[in-house]
Nanobody, 126 residues
Framework: VQLQASGGGLVQAGASLKLSCAASGHSYNRYFMGWFRQVPAKEREFVAGISRSGSRVRYEDSVKDRFIISRDNDRKMVYLQMNSLKPEDTANYYC????????????????????WGQGTQVTVSS
């Protein structure tokens, strides 16, 4: 599967932004999808993940009440709605995918995912 993230930009604190990730390839609904973010000199950080059907989601604690991950399997898309943005949300955001057969749990670590899109930069000014 190939992934293409978009939707980043420069916004003020408190604003909202919606990231999109388009997937190409077959059997998209077999993939768990995730969003990660990275700032320079730091490791990539899990933000949110969603199960194949969309029935299970996981969030990093600092975004739990502000971000919403969703997916549209017919369109092969995954989204990250980001509300009440803070300067500390500034990062390069990546979408990721992994095909899991034996587990129903949403993966939350970078090493769990084996397909990555290019990043889309989100900058939140104070």
């Amino acid at each position: 599967v190939q992934l293409q993230a978009s939707g980043g930009g420069l916004v003020q604190a408190g604003a909202s932004l919606k990231l999109s990730c388009a997937a190409s390839g077959h059997s998209y609904n077999r993939y768990f999808m995730g969003w990660f973010r990275q700032v320079p000199a730091k490791e990539r950080e899990f933000v949110a993940g969603i199960s194949r059907s969309g029935s299970r989601v996981r969030y990093e604690d600092s975004v739990k009440d502000r971000f919403i991950i969703s997916r549209d399997n017919d369109r092969k898309m995954v989204y990250l709605q980001m509300n009440s943005l803070k300067p500390e949300d500034t990062a390069n955001y990546y979408c990721a995918a992994v095909q899991r057969i034996l587990s129903a749990e949403v993966p939350t670590t970078e090493s769990d995912y084996n397909y990555w899109g290019q990043g889309t930069q989100v900058t939140v000014s104070s």
